[in-house]
């Protein structure tokens, strides 16, 4: 029990830059408190114990804002970042790692009794703002749902899932960085990359374009000027850009390349 709740406020001083200290993330994290009572829930609900354990995620939604519906399941090292008005449905799964915000809806669209009809989120998924994920179908490992978006059909591990209603953009690598077994996991905040800012992935893509053709035009003048001096005429305008001028390493960078 303690070391669950040791790896819990272990996660959270990982994740969150503004959290200074263990005592502080014990007193003050609403997140971390909503979670220990939903495992005391949790285990009622398992237990047989159905209306203590809807009491007790009662209880937690009257203190933490974050409403927990005691049959969800959650893995380790889950964090409820803010998460003000969150709502996870009965039959929710919530994988190890996942961070969620405030205003998350994990919810249902089926009617049907003992039916799933929550989404299952696998490891590393990080839920933005404002996100709604509605129905009984996998979120993959890594996958990361923007803020505000609406998801109503699977997404893929490493993809992330934007707008109303969701449109995916698959991983370059096809999995994602925050589950790469060769590396440390890493972190992104509100699920935001520079990979997936089209904005950012358009300018790289003017920027690569630009120093493209101010190369082959500095090739071309060049061929000109040699043609120039073979045949013992002056052709070549002084303006002519015989040398490449355009900055592309500094404009990458200024976009995050």
């Keep these: 029990m303690f070391d ?8 959270i001083l990982e994740r969150d830059p503004a959290a200074r200290s263990a005592f502080e993330v014990l007193t003050c994290y609403p997140g971390l408190h909503a979670v220990v009572l939903h495992r005391l829930a949790h285990g009622c ?9 809807r009491f007790i995620s009662h209880l937690g939604r009257f203190f933490t ?5 005691p049959g969800a399941k959650i893995g380790e090292r889950v964090f409820f970042d803010h998460a003000m008005g969150t709502v996870v449905g009965e039959t929710a799964e919530i994988g190890d790692g996942c961070t969620i915000y405030q205003g998350v809806t994990l919810g249902g669209t089926s009617l049907y009794k003992g039916t799933k009809r929550h989404p299952t989120l696998g490891r590393d998924v990080v839920v933005s703002a404002g996100a709604k994920v509605l129905g009984g179908f996998e979120v993959g490992d890594g996958a990361k749902i ?17 707008g109303i209603p969701a449109r995916i953009i698959p991983s370059k690598k096809g999995e994602s960085a925050d589950v ?8 992104s905040a509100y699920g935001i990359t520079q990979e997936d800012d089209p904005l950012s992935q358009a300018m790289r893509s003017l ?6 053709q101010e190369h082959q035009i500095a090739l071309l003048w060049q061929a000109i000027e040699k043609l120039a001096e073979a045949r013992e005429r002056d052709c070549v305008p002084q303006d002519a850009q015989r040398e490449e001028h355009f900055q592309a390493d500094k404009l990458n960078q200024l976009v995050g390349k």
């Design 4 to 11: 669950r709740l040791r790896s819990d406020v272990q996660c």
């Design 45 to 53: 609900w398992n237990h047989g114990f159905k209306w203590l354990g």
């Design 65 to 69: 804002g974050i409403e927990i519906h």
């Design 146 to 162: 923007g803020s505000n978006a609406v998801v109503i059909k699977p997404v893929p591990a490493g993809a992330t899932a934007v």
């Design 180 to 187: 790469t077994e060769d590396a440390k996991p890493k972190f």
């Design 207 to 212: 920027i690569d374009s630009t120093a493209s």
